[in-house]
């Protein structure tokens, strides 16, 4: 945390962002209550700065190469730009469907499937479910061929 938060310079760049800081900004000590604190565009500003803080460091301790904390900050909002463009907010709401098995109609045999490849283009896989559904219970064989 000192490195991206704490120390002298890290905090002039926080300091200079104009980005709204909590009040416990500077409080956490461990990373994930740290960036719990915020989300959506927030989150993704704080991961932003972050990376570019990160960045600032090491180009000072690796290279010797200390900008000046305009340009940093000009560097994070750039970022932050880049980011808002290619990812633009949805307002739109998103729509809530219910999906739930039913019982086939008398007479009738469910066959549930299910496959994945997750953009594999080696091997993938699928399952089967092939039951009878009775009144005291459920006989089911599952076959799955990978």
Known sequence: MHCVRDCPLATKIWRAIRFVLPTS???PADFGSWIAMFHGFGLTALLATTWVVWKQ??????AGDLREVH????????LWEV????????????QVR?????FPREGYVALNTDGSSLGNLG????G???GTVM???????LATLV
């Open 25 to 27: 900004f500077f409080v």
């Open 83 to 94: 980011i808002r463009h290619t990812h633009p907010s949805t307002t739109s709401a998103r």
């Open 98 to 102: 219910l999906v739930q098995w039913q």
């Open 57 to 62: 460091r090491c180009r000072f301790y690796f």
């Open 123 to 126: 091997m993938s896989g699928f």
């Open 135 to 141: 009144k005291f219970g459920c006989l089911a064989l």
């Open 128 to 130: 089967v479910w092939l």
């Open 71 to 78: 340009r940093v900050v000009r560097e994070v909002h750039s």
